[in-house]
């Protein structure tokens, strides 16, 4: 367990941002850094079938120590971090028995981690957080997880007492732009479930998430010159504005909540003659989510019916949720809270808003519940994660491994 922290700082001084405008596998050159780093670091610890792909996705084995037959199970994160923020040259910073109290992250800047604005600071008075200096993330999403992975596989290598079935890690590219699951080979993984160590706060376990399409509305509009433009000009600025308001005001990221579906709209550009809006739709409701795509078109038709041809839209399903996958295999949850329990982690199994590895896994043959990694305020400068937090989930990972040889 000593060696969790040198090892996640370790990672997260290298940059492996994603980039969703390239076509590549993984996204970034620079995520092989990390990724070629890992393969040495299997290696070292003692895992077998240590393995990386022409993708960049790497697996290993930790052999079962029984002799009867036990399921294979697998332990999953992703080594890429997202592109909303910027993830060079990130300088973490170890506060030592935080004391409750502001975090000034920069000085030259004056970027504070404020309790009064992220409460959740308080929980961990006393215990030791990484933050980031107030320049760039800190990419505990999801580094911690994969330091946490390995460090539960290094402490079972060490302590062969502890029984348990053959366990398989994995870790990919690319999950912070929709695409950390598109080339991985589950056959190849060939473990019965998993879990993505892809949460946030203790005690988090998730195997519900949304069901998410994104949109892409391209309108053409024409230029005429203003003084002879009567019944002439089609302004496509005017039209996005036209688009955006025919969506429900109410039903957006910042007033949503729980299992409450929305659409984001998260770039918008053009000029007279075209503009473009980019959003993505949200739902746990597989009949509202399909809804919220008829409401795209049908917007788009009644512009459509007063400026012909003037708006195309693209509609892409991203993931879809993995609740209706994993509830038949609903033990593997129970496994993982059970191993909390009795750790003595309070188990919070809610929904997430979001999406995960897991659910396009889960639709690939994996079931795949989400487990908690400890940090928050991910993709951005106030992101923090306490050790603490990190060592609870090491311990999970290992309890569940030996509650599953338990119970099989």
Not at 65 to 91: L, Q
């Amino acid at each position: 367990m000593e060696k969790l922290l040198p090892r996640f700082l370790d990672y997260v001084t290298i940059d492996t941002q994603s980039d969703p405008k390239s076509n590549t596998t993984p996204s970034t050159e620079k995520q092989w850094v990390l990724a070629k780093k890992l393969v040495l670091e299997l290696h070292k610890i003692g895992m077998q079938e240590v393995s990386i792909d022409e993708n960049a996705y790497i697996m290993a084995t930790l052999p079962s120590n029984m002799e009867k037959e036990i399921p294979t199970i697998g332990f999953i994160s992703h080594f890429d971090t997202t592109p909303d923020f910027s993830g060079y040259n990130v300088r973490p910073k170890i506060i030592e028995n935080y004391d409750g109290k502001e975090i000034l992250l920069n000085t030259t800047k004056n970027i504070v981690l404020s309790p009064e604005y992220f409460e959740d600071l308080l929980q961990y008075k006393g215990q030791t957080l990484i933050t980031t200096d107030g320049t760039t993330l800190l990419g505990a999403d999801d580094k911690a997880g994969i330091a946490e992975i390995i460090t539960a596989m290094e402490f079972l290598i060490q302590h062969p007492e502890i029984k348990h079935g053959k366990i398989r890690v994995g870790f990919t590219p690319d999950e912070e732009i929709g695409r950390g699951a598109h080339k991985f080979d589950v056959k190849k993984f060939g473990a019965e479930w998993a879990y993505t160590i892809d949460g946030s706060q203790v005690g988090e376990l998730e195997y519900e998430n949304f069901n998410a399409a994104g949109a892409k509305i391209t309108i053409t509009g024409k230029s005429v010159h203003p003084g002879y433009a009567k019944d002439k000009m089609i302004n496509a600025l005017v039209l996005a504005n036209q688009f955006l308001s025919l969506l429900p005001p109410e039903e957006t990221p910042e007033t949503t909540e729980g299992t409450e579906g929305f659409f984001h709209v998260h770039h918008i550009s053009g000029e007279i003659e075209q503009a473009k809006i980019e959003l993505i739709i949200r739902d746990h409701d597989e009949e509202q989510f399909q809804a919220r795509k008829d409401l795209i078109k049908d917007i788009t038709q009644k512009i459509n019916s007063k400026c012909p041809d003037s708006v195309i839209v693209e509609i892409n399903d991203q993931y879809f949720n993995m609740k209706e996958k994993i509830e038949p295999a609903y033990h593997i949850v129970e496994i993982a809270e059970e191993a909390m329990i009795q750790l003595g982690i309070q188990p919070i199994i809610k929904p997430i808003r979001g999406g995960t590895d897991g659910s396009q896994l889960s639709f690939m043959g994996l079931p795949c519940p989400n487990i908690f990694a400890g940090g928050h305020n991910f993709h951005g400068k106030y992101e923090y994660v306490p050790l603490e937090s990190m060592q609870k989930a090491v311990k999970t990972i290992v309890k569940i491994c030996q509650l599953t040889g338990e119970k099989f």
